[in-house]
């Protein structure tokens, strides 16, 4: 198998395997803190490579590129992986799975309103199977303890990659033309303190027991350290490779069998049940992405 397709393929497959461990450990580590450990460790990862590889540092970046990458820090790394582990609490690993097929005609739709990048029909047409993928296979299930977190983790999942989308779109130019293990390690640092910032003032007196319960937590690091490393370091650092490597759009389509992925590894490792409603609505969003990034 060319490079290209094996680190896309990776990518998926490690990110998929890291959604499985932060639904284990989010059954007793809210969102918020499962979010700033992750965060925390990835960042720890990316800073040793950055000790290891010091060309990849970059200087003289505009003040205007400073604030972008904040932003994108702030809202695609903070707000959106909180926003994702909380649906992740919420619906189980393979409604969520389903429900992040919503990222790549969230692509497209930013592009479109933010870039005046040009839609398709083929990309509406994506577009469209992925809304009706999610809405056929989102379901009571025993995961899903009410249908007000069914409702709730579906419009976090989905709110969650639209936040993403624009994160990662107002900064591709400096992703283009830079390290990337740079601006990851930029984006994660910038997270980090929005995210103890954050803990200050929801936990007022409280940090150490809210914030930092993964780091009190030391029996659930043999879980939560492996979902640090594959997900937001290993993953990112095969993603990148696979867009280098590849078209944008194989690349995308190796990256969305994470939710086939996922849906198999929840239904053998986590014993959530696998319904013909969740196949076909997973079938449908699945396809859905496909032709979005075919596009």
Known sequence: MPVGDLCALASGFVWSISIILMRVSGL?????????????????????????????????LPAESHLRLIASGIFGISIADTMVAAALNRLGASLQALADCVYSPAIALVGFLMFG??????????????????????????????????ASGVLLAAGAHIILA???????????????????????????????????VKYPG???????????????????????????????????????????GRAAIFNQLSTVFII???????????TKRKAIGTALAVAGSIVVAMQ
């Open 166 to 200: 624009v994160s990662i779109l107002i900064v591709r130019d400096i992703y283009r033309d830079g390290s990337i293990i740079w601006v990851t390690s930029y984006r994660y640092l910038i997270a980090v303190i929005a995210l103890s910032l954050w803990g200050l």
């Open 206 to 248: 409280q940090l150490q027991e809210k914030l930092f319960l993964g780091f009190r937590r030391i029996k659930l690091w043999k879980t939560m350290i492996p979902m640090a490393f594959l997900g937001p370091f290993l993953a990112t650092l095969f993603w990148v490779a696979g867009f280098k490597f590849l078209d944008a």
């Open 117 to 150: 990048e040009i839609l398709s029909p083929l990309e509406l047409l994506g577009g469209a199977l992925v809304v009706s993928g999610v809405f056929v296979g989102v379901t009571m299930t025993p995961e899903v303890k009410n249908k007000w977190d069914l």
């Open 28 to 60: 007793t580590v809210p969102p918020l803190a499962l979010n700033f450990f992750k965060s925390v460790v990835a960042l720890l990862f990316f800073a040793i490579l950055l000790l290891i590889m010091p060309d990849s540092w970059m200087s003289n």
């Open 264 to 274: 198999t590894l929840a239904y053998f490792f986590l014993k959530e049940r696998f």
